[in-house]
């Protein structure tokens, strides 16, 4: 399932709105933040600055005591049967992990989805395998647990409670292991905690891009029916099947991933932009679900934390989803992901912590009249095989300062490249240092213009250029045009994109 991710951004937004509200409903408030948590897994991370989130949703159809849920539930969950649920149909999986990263100040943030089925070595043995789908390590380590403490003397209650933070501990550890980046919080949500998050909510928005003739608009698996594509509303139960669904998607768990992302984005829009924040009884019913099933760090002052993230918005949170070699591998008679490691590792720590880039040049007397970007024009020609790529990132440029200028496409090349004319040196330079290459001087482009030469590496615009649409813009394109598959395409939102969501599969 996804909800971890809403989860968190959930309290972490709904929370950051406490600093502007008249003190008395604050300390309402505040009181009642202070039930959230409850896990002893990790502790001692920061509570303001950079900090890295784990965010998990768990496939379970029981209460985090173990006990079954209610058959009418399980129904509207399209969950399966309470017989299914006791022969072990579903269990204790983390179906979504996304790992996000708030940067210094906390107005940026950039999060990786982990798909569920990365084939990984587990940082030791839980229950006997040392080997298996990371969404396993969770349930591996619960299943042991509670094998360990049969004759222990604790309650029924209290053995559920080190059940789950030893699969708490076994995800964070396997995680911390994938990516070589250290978790400093958690949030943990389950199929029950999504479903009432999302009816407190009244149910989510969504933009769908239809895919082989609408395959992806139903779903027997997942409960998932819609009759068209483009923006519709989705109830609480649509909602959590459109989080759920992977089996009619072109490119199955990598997409779900993508939609999960944009659930996160809507969330974020909706507590911004809705009045959710000025409605006491909704922020009331918000907190009162949050408390009964959302599940953090015990430390993790989130009050803290909110004060920090007031300023977060969709168009400053942006998703990759972790790099997968191929989706069709076979480990264990089971069909996986097979991954990089090395490549992930790479991935997510220059992501996380890039670079401080290089000091370029001084200019000589002759380029040392280089203009401002907003004086600067910028053409971009496609080289690659991305198609739509060369607008989407003309577009962040502008949003960046600089001025529009021709977009089109030009014959394949393997490389990106940077081109400027009189003047433009130190503009190029900015613009090449995303690409990771050096700007030439180009004998045939205009003076005051840059060209932006893409190629086939280049499969999706540089974060550090800023926000761009990764689909159409609702504004200029009603019925979104499909985006090419990515197993680690970038899922961003367009500052003017409708309901602050991007569109997907």
Known sequence: ???????????????????????????????????????????????????????????????????????????????????????????????????????????????????????????????????????????????????????????????????????????????????????????EVNLAGFYELAQTFGGIEACLVPWNGGQNLHDANSGFNQSHAGYVFLSPAQALAFVRERDNLPNGDIDRTHRQQAVIDYVVWKLENDGVFSDFGQLTSLLDVAKKYVITDSGWQILTFASEMKSLTGKNLTFQTAPVITTAGHEDGQIVNLIDPAAIKKDVQSTFYPPTPAPQPTASKSTATSLPASATTVDVYNGGGTPGLAGQLSRALTSAGFKAGKVGNIASQSSNRVLYGTGEQASAAKIARNFGVTAAAGSSVAAGHVEVLLGTAATAVPAGIGSAASSASPASSPSPSPKPASSNGQVTVNSNAKFGIPCVY
Not at 29 to 55: C, R
Not at 75 to 83: D, E, I
């Open 1 to 187: 399932m996804f909800f971890a991710g809403k989860a968190g951004y959930v309290v972490a937004c709904t929370l950051s709105a406490v600093v502007l509200m008249v003190s008395g409903f604050a300390y309402y408030v505040k009181d009642q933040v202070a039930f959230i948590g409850g896990s002893d897994v990790i502790s001692g991370g920061p509570e303001t600055g950079a900090m890295n989130i784990l965010l998990m949703g768990l496939e379970s159809r029981t209460d985090y005591d173990g006990n079954i849920l209610p058959a009418d539930l399980l129904k509207a969950l399209h969950a399966g049967s309470v017989q299914g649920v006791e022969n072990g149909v579903g269990g204790q999986d983390t179906n979504t992990l996304i790992l996000i990263h708030i940067f210094a100040g906390g107005q940026k943030a950039v999060g990786f989805s982990i798909p569920r089925d990365d084939w990984v070595t587990f940082p030791k043995t839980y229950d006997g395998q040392s080997q298996g789908k990371i969404d396993q390590a969770y349930g591996l380590a619960w299943a042991q647990s509670l094998s360990q403490t049969v004759n222990s003397g604790m309650s029924h209650n209290q053995r559920y409670l080190v059940a789950n933070e030893a699969g708490q501990a076994a995800t964070i550890a396997t995680v911390e292991q994938l990516t070589g980046v250290h978790v400093d919080h958690f949030a």
